[in-house]
Nanobody, 119 residues
Framework: QVQLVESGGGLVQPGGSLRLSCVASGSSFSIVTMGWYRQAPGKQRELVATIISGGSAKYADSVKGRFTISRDDAKNTVYLQMNSLKAEDTAVYYC?????????????WGQGTQVAVSS
């Protein structure tokens, strides 16, 4: 059973920066895709950014140019560097991991970390 543990959330002023981290443990197979989703109050969970093993990344249009996703496979860790934060970035951010066993994909989620952008 894969466990994903996020850290790095908090309160920041508009224009500020935060760095989220997510460590994966318990996997017996390759975690092909890791990433971040977020859910604001009253809204559906949405993609923020994902990155596959080898480094190819995808971003939501709303965060392009401001957020950068990266991963360290040796540490089973994915990061999300968030710059120029806006009030609309306020949400619970969830880490996502997709494991491939050789015959099937399986997705896992972290518990979430709160990001609040406010003056």
């Amino acid at each position: 059973q894969v466990q994903l543990v996020e850290s790095g959330g908090g309160l920041v002023q508009p224009g500020g920066s935060l760095r989220l981290s997510c460590v994966a443990s318990g996997s017996s197979f390759s975690i092909v895709t890791m990433g971040w989703y977020r859910q604001a109050p009253g809204k559906q969970r949405e993609l923020v950014a994902t990155i596959i093993s080898g480094g190819s990344a995808k971003y939501a249009d709303s965060v392009k140019g401001r957020f950068t996703i990266s991963r360290d496979d040796a540490k089973n860790t994915v990061y999300l560097q968030m710059n120029s934060l806006k009030a609309e970035d306020t949400a619970v951010y969830y880490c996502y991991g997709q494991e491939f066993s050789g015959s099937a994909f399986r997705a896992y989620w972290g518990q979430g970390t709160q990001v609040a952008v406010s003056s």
